[in-house]
């Protein structure tokens, strides 16, 4: 397993919740990484994504302000702080990693991807 996520679980609007995707890729440190999720029934979206060294984020217009995207090279971990949550940020949230920061927003240019965590937010 190349990468993995967790953290996702059932929180009411208006809670936080931190997910983390750990990663086992030894180029992890020159990756950009992101964050997409998929509702059911709908497609994979961009949520958030963060460049090798930090040095840039980028965030759906959904989310900005309220999500923040890090990463910790050291514990080859990336992170997505979510704030605020509204029931329609349910869904199951995947972390990805792809080599170009300017594909960051193109799932289908992602070379690897997460397994998943289910994040559901009630009203």
């Known amino acids: 397993v190349q990468l993995q996520a967790c953290g996702g679980g059932l929180v009411q609007a208006g809670a936080s919740l931190r997910l983390s995707c750990v990663t086992s890729?030894?180029?992890?440190?020159?990756?950009?990484m992101g964050w997409f999720r998929q509702a059911p029934g709908k497609e994979r979206k961009f949520v958030a994504a963060?460049?090798?060294?930090?040095?840039?984020?980028y965030y759906a217009d959904s989310v900005q302000g309220r999500f923040t995207v890090s990463r910790d090279d050291a514990q080859n971990t990336v992170y997505l702080q979510m704030n605020s949550l509204k029931p329609e940020d349910t869904a199951v949230y995947y972390c990805?990693?792809?080599?170009?920061?300017?594909?960051?927003?193109?799932?289908?240019?992602?070379?690897?991807w997460g397994q998943g965590t289910l994040v559901t937010v009630s009203s």
């Open positions: 890729r030894r180029a992890f440190s020159t990756d950009s």
């Open positions: 963060i460049s090798d060294g930090s040095s840039l984020t």
């Open positions: 990805g990693a792809v080599r170009l920061w300017r594909f960051v927003r193109v799932s289908t240019k992602y070379d690897y």
